[in-house]
């Protein structure tokens, strides 16, 4: 099987939802699948550890204006966490996802909910979302909370 990960890592997030993707990944991979990882391009990303663990990775761009500038924002201000509006995050992951066609789709993003997992489901088989704050909705198969 082919399963991509979205995930972010920053000096302002923090690593735990890479490191546990990580986790999740080595196993996979230790068992014959193929992972991916998307991750924006924030300070602090971890793509050369996920590139270290023989994962693919996939950077997306930072965003070049101040307009969602995250500096200074509050910790609980998640939508500020992803650099960029969802729609946009949402528009690079499946041009990413779409050549791949992974099988499954794990999402571990405190700023993505059921509107970015809509948008992405016509681009894998399925959408697992690691959500520990049950804060939103989501659109998936399966949720781990």
Same mark, same amino acid.
């Given at each position: 099987?082919?399963?991509?990960?979205?995930?972010?890592?920053?000096?302002?997030?923090?690593? $735990?939802?890479?490191?546990?993707? !990580?986790?999740?990944? #080595?196993?996979?991979?230790?068992?014959?699948?193929?992972?991916?990882?998307?991750?924006?391009?924030?300070?602090?990303?971890? $793509?050369?550890?996920?590139?270290?663990? $023989?994962? $693919?990775?996939?950077?997306?761009?930072?965003?070049?204006?101040?307009?969602? #500038?995250?500096?200074?924002?509050s910790s609980d201000?998640?939508?500020?966490?992803?650099?960029?509006?969802?729609?946009? %995050?949402?528009?690079?992951?499946?041009?990413v996802l779409t050549?791949?066609?992974? %099988?499954?789709?794990?999402?571990?993003?405190?700023? !993505?909910?059921?509107?970015?997992?809509?948008?992405?489901?016509?681009?894998?088989?399925?959408?697992?979302?690691? #959500?520990?704050?049950?804060?939103r909705v989501h659109?998936?198969?399966?949720? !781990?909370?």
């Amino acid at each position: 099987m082919r399963i991509a990960f979205r995930a972010d890592a920053s000096v302002q997030i923090g690593t $735990g939802h890479v490191m546990r993707c !990580l986790t999740l990944a #080595d196993e996979l991979t230790r068992q014959g699948h193929e992972c991916q990882f998307i991750c924006r391009e924030h300070e602090g990303h971890l $793509g050369d550890l996920i590139a270290s663990n $023989g994962h $693919g990775l996939t950077l997306l761009s930072p965003r070049v204006d101040n307009e969602l #500038d995250t500096k200074g924002a509050s910790s609980d201000n998640y939508a500020l966490w992803l650099g960029v509006p969802w729609q946009e %995050d949402a528009r690079q992951t499946f041009d990413v996802l779409t050549p791949w066609k992974p %099988d499954w789709l794990v999402v571990d993003h405190y700023a !993505l909910d059921a509107e970015w997992d809509s948008a992405l489901a016509n681009a894998v088989g399925s959408i697992m979302v690691i #959500d520990d704050l049950a804060n939103r909705v989501h659109e998936c198969a399966l949720l !781990l909370d």
